[in-house]
């Protein structure tokens, strides 16, 4: 681990305006009754796309912050709608059908009436079964070397007939077998390099953004815009259900400035929209009577840097636990703003959603289902990120802050992925199951951390407030024993290396946290895991900064 960087901490972020809720008690208080029931019912029952496709940050920018702000765009920069005089099958000339930049781009001797559509329809058919559920690898690559071989103009006519490529999303793992297989970062830095012509990249991010601003490969700053071009288009298209539309518009929100403008240190890195499932695999409230009408449908998940992550020196991941949705993703990137303001510019802070942790008052945070699943996720983005990095001859330190549920998954990622990373830091965790280590050897030697200090200790720590009522919830319910978890910041057996939260042990100054929350935006007296001036935060950008022999560890 690198070290002492300096401390960008200029002062008390508790005080920035409109606080909102964090998470706190609200999460687990909705499990306590899940369990009532529960003990109750065994006790006592019997057996055309709507807009087109910006070209430029400004009208990025109008289209993301208008709607919520309530203002209005500049006169004249309305997009031109550029639909295609040959339209294909199964559209009509002024139809909007995909989407549509401001500038086509132009193959020089191939005009549109002599495309080779035989070439576009094959790629509709590689394209189906790479966002199969049972895609693999094999199915990506097809996929890739096939759009290599299309015209700029092919491209914009395969996105024209065929609007659903900007719909769905290519898949990530979610298994092992998946995990292995898919295409490494590596791969698809070569691809979008080295197989594809500048003209055949601009065509692709332009009519193809939702594929493109996710591949592991490419840089993020083209994946950010692309996926910000994805996001206007899916913001208010008649085909968007309203589960989806309301949660677009938190991570178009979680994209703006304090003045309702796009955040030029804010990158949307992904933006995944998955596709129909005929069960998402998802526990839906059985009070929330809409839900069961689009479980089919799963969330929209996303990822927002806060700093550059194509050039940061360090760069650390974000993992939320239940109740963390991408239905509250403004929250989400405050969270990460106010680490990234305890460091300094070298660093970079991502607010990472890219799996469906339990809903609230969800009895899955019992099971670990949800944790393996977004654990092979969360791999294949860390290793992509690491992979990306390292085609510019990068190697940044990457970091994980994990909380309650998120520290599950945290750990079946890093039994999983390829690259080491440099630490991860556990607070108010669910519990860690025992089966996911072999017996006779410290869970954290079994994680693919590297060491730090002389020590040459797992860069693993962990911390739980005193006064936090509901993580142990999540590793016992009711004190019952029916789940077998390690509790990381106490179990000694497990190998972290613990530090203080309630703001009177050890040798870092801060305040004690109060209850389980991660911030308490609510409540100014109060302190979360990640308020700025609780003993844990301070320490947490100790760790980040390198520093973590400067910590008095229990």
């Known amino acids: 681990m690198k070290g002492h960087r300096g401390s960008g901490h200029t002062g008390n972020g508790r005080?920035?305006?409109?606080?909102?809720?964090?998470?706190?008690?609200?999460?687990?208080?909705?499990?306590?009754?899940?369990?009532?029931?529960?003990?109750?019912?065994?006790?006592?029952?019997?057996?055309?796309?709507?807009?087109?496709?910006?070209?430029?940050?400004?009208?990025?920018?109008?289209?993301?912050?208008?709607?919520?702000?309530?203002?209005?765009?500049?006169?004249?920069?309305?997009?031109?709608?550029?639909?295609?005089?040959?339209?294909?099958?199964?559209?009509?000339?002024?139809?909007?059908?995909?989407?549509?930049?401001?500038?086509?781009?132009?193959?020089?001797?191939?005009?549109?009436?002599?495309?080779?559509?035989?070439?576009?329809?094959?790629?509709?058919?590689?394209?189906?079964?790479?966002?199969a559920e049972d895609a693999t690898g094999d199915d990506i690559r097809a996929l890739r070397e096939h759009l290599a071989d299309l015209s700029p103009a092919e491209i914009r006519q395969l996105s024209a007939q065929h609007p659903n490529i900007n719909r769905y999303s290519m898949p990530v793992p979610r298994t092992h077998e998946q995990l292995a297989s898919f295409p490494t970062g590596a791969e698809g830095a070569s691809w979008w390099n080295d197989s594809l012509t500048e003209e055949q990249r601009t065509a692709l991010a332009q009519y193809m953004p939702l594929m493109i601003g996710n591949v592991e490969g490419v840089d993020y700053e083209t994946r950010s815009e692309a996926n910000l071009n994805a996001l206007a288009f899916l913001r208010g298209h008649e085909g968007t259900t309203a589960a989806q539309q309301e949660r677009l518009d938190q991570i178009a929100s979680s994209m703006l400035d304090p003045t309702g403008q796009l955040d030029e240190n804010r990158?949307?890195?992904?933006?995944?929209?998955?596709?129909?499932?005929?069960?998402?695999?998802?526990?839906?409230?059985?009070?929330?009577?809409?839900?069961?009408?689009?479980?089919?449908?799963?969330?929209?998940?996303?990822?927002?840097?806060?700093?550059?992550?194509?050039?940061?020196?360090?760069?650390?991941?974000?993992?939320?636990?239940?109740?963390?949705?991408?239905?509250?993703?403004?929250?989400?990137?405050?969270?990460?703003?106010?680490?990234?303001?305890?460091?300094?510019?070298?660093?970079?802070?991502?607010?990472?959603?890219?799996?469906?942790?339990?809903?609230?008052?969800?009895?899955?945070?019992?099971?670990?289902?949800l944790a393996e699943a977004g654990g092979y996720a969360l791999a294949y983005a860390l290793d992509g990120y690491q992979q990306t990095r390292a085609t510019s001859g990068d190697s940044p330190e990457v970091f994980l802050n994990c909380h309650s549920y998120g520290t599950n998954t945290c750990n079946h990622a890093l039994m999983n992925n390829q690259e080491t990373v440099a630490g991860l830091?556990?607070?108010?965790?669910?519990?860690?199951?025992?089966?996911?280590?072999?017996?006779?050897?410290?869970?954290?030697?079994?994680?693919?951390?590297?060491?730090?200090?002389?020590?040459?200790?797992?860069?693993?720590?962990?911390?739980?407030?005193?006064?936090?009522?509901?993580?142990?919830?999540?590793?016992?319910?009711?004190?019952?024993?029916?789940?077998?978890?390690?509790?990381?910041?106490?179990?000694?057996?497990?190998?972290?290396?613990?530090?203080?939260?309630?703001g009177e042990g050890g040798n870092i100054e801060g305040e004690g946290v109060h209850g389980h929350g991660q911030n308490e935006y609510d409540h100014p007296e109060r302190y979360g895991y990640l308020d700025p001036d609780s003993q844990s935060y301070e320490t947490m950008i100790l760790i980040l900064q390198g520093l973590a022999e400067e910590v008095e560890f229990k």
């Open 267 to 369: 990158y949307l890195l992904s933006l995944n929209m998955g596709h129909p499932r005929e069960n998402s695999g998802r526990w839906y409230n059985p009070f929330d009577w809409g839900a069961a009408e689009e479980k089919h449908w799963p969330d929209p998940l996303a990822a927002v840097s806060v700093g550059n992550p194509d050039t940061t020196e360090t760069t650390s991941f974000n993992i939320a636990g239940m109740g963390s949705n991408t239905d509250n993703m403004p929250t989400e990137v405050r969270r990460a703003q106010g680490l990234y303001d305890g460091l300094d510019e070298t660093h970079a802070v991502i607010s990472w959603i890219g799996y469906d942790p339990p809903s609230t008052a969800s009895p899955s945070v019992w099971s670990s289902d």
């Open 15 to 131: 005080t920035l305006a409109a606080r909102e809720s964090g998470q706190g008690t609200v999460e687990y208080t909705g499990l306590a009754v899940v369990i009532a029931i529960i003990l109750g019912a065994l006790l006592f029952s019997a057996p055309s796309w709507g807009s087109a496709l910006t070209s430029t940050v400004d009208r990025i920018i109008c289209d993301i912050s208008q709607p919520l702000s309530g203002g209005e765009c500049g006169a004249g920069e309305s997009p031109e709608n550029l639909a295609l005089e040959e339209s294909g099958p199964d559209s009509h000339p002024g139809e909007d059908t995909g989407p549509q930049p401001a500038a086509a781009p132009e193959e020089p001797g191939i005009p549109d009436d002599r495309l080779e559509q035989e070439l576009v329809d094959e790629a509709v058919e590689l394209f189906e079964r790479a966002i």
């Open 425 to 502: 830091t556990m607070y108010g965790s669910s519990g860690i199951p025992h089966h996911l280590f072999e017996e006779g050897v410290p869970p954290v030697q079994q994680l693919n951390v590297a060491t730090y200090g002389e020590s040459n200790l797992p860069a693993v720590f962990a911390t739980e407030s005193p006064d936090d009522f509901w993580a142990p919830l999540g590793r016992n319910p009711l004190g019952l024993g029916i789940i077998d978890r390690y509790n990381p910041a106490q179990d000694a057996s497990y190998g972290a290396q613990i530090f203080y939260s309630d």
